[in-house]
């Protein structure tokens, strides 16, 4: 992934290497970026900006690497779990190994932290990650003073999570027309994968997520049109108006033109309509 191109990244790894560069030329080794970092993340988690505080803090151990010639076993461990945990569609940032940074640079740090001094820090430093991070900024979703609708109803394993009105709603049809169809076979276009994670039936479709993502090139999208054509008879087809990803933001974005849906529409004849799905069956 290019974090290198972010700001942030190169803002970490400035951040290490001028205090590095300060602390030798005064030999004070009070000079030490982790200070540095951790006052910079604070000003981030205020604003919001959990992604940005992983991106920075990977730029700081990318400096190190660099600094240790590539010796240090645990600090390569660090760096590759990281880096690769921002290898996501979804959240294309290293904030599932930001734990694991962290702890690393404290634990090579301890010999100058005091612990009168960083308790406080920390605790500060905990309570904003779980404010600013896990309730303001929620991936795909709303501000969460918004998330007061429960799915638990309407997708398997939901039980205890909470979303907007119009993806609760959206996602209280789909399973009611799920339902309504349980003697037929059953698929889902283009969106709700998640759906199938714990569904009475797999996916007769090739693909859980009709998306450019998933069916990038034309040879994808005649193969998901092949496993369109091999359903069965009287097999149903749940076909979305709406995007799932808008839907999450409060918003109705029509689903974007394909060649699988003309198929449909063409070979499928229309039986039932609902405020967020069409239903089409094979004839």
Known sequence: MPFITHKSFWRG????????????????????GIYFLLIYSLVLMFQNQLYKIAICFLGAIVYLLMKSKFKDPKLVFVFLISWISGISIGLPAPTLG????FCY??????????????????????????????LSSIHGEQDYTKLTFSIEESLFGGKGLKTSKENSQA??????FYNKYKDQTRSIVPDYPGFWAGADQLN???SDWASPLELPTSVHLHFYIDSIKQLPYASIIIFAKYTASSLTRGQFEARPNSIFEEYIINNFKKINEGKYFEIYQKI
Not at 13 to 32: G, H, P, Q, V
Not at 98 to 101: A, F, I, N, Q, V
Not at 114 to 126: C, D, G, Y
Not at 171 to 176: A, G, V
């Open 204 to 206: 007769p479709l090739i």
């Open 98 to 101: 930001l734990g694991l940074m």
């Open 171 to 176: 996602l209280f049809e789909l399973r009611s």
């Open 105 to 134: 640079l404290l634990s090579q740090n301890l010999f100058i932290l005091k612990w009168n001094h960083f308790l406080p820090l920390l605790t500060v430093l905990i309570f904003s990650h779980w404010v600013f991070g896990r």
């Open 13 to 32: 790894f400035f951040i290490f290497a001028i205090c590095d560069l300060i602390s030798f030329k005064t030999k004070n080794r009070k000079w030490n």
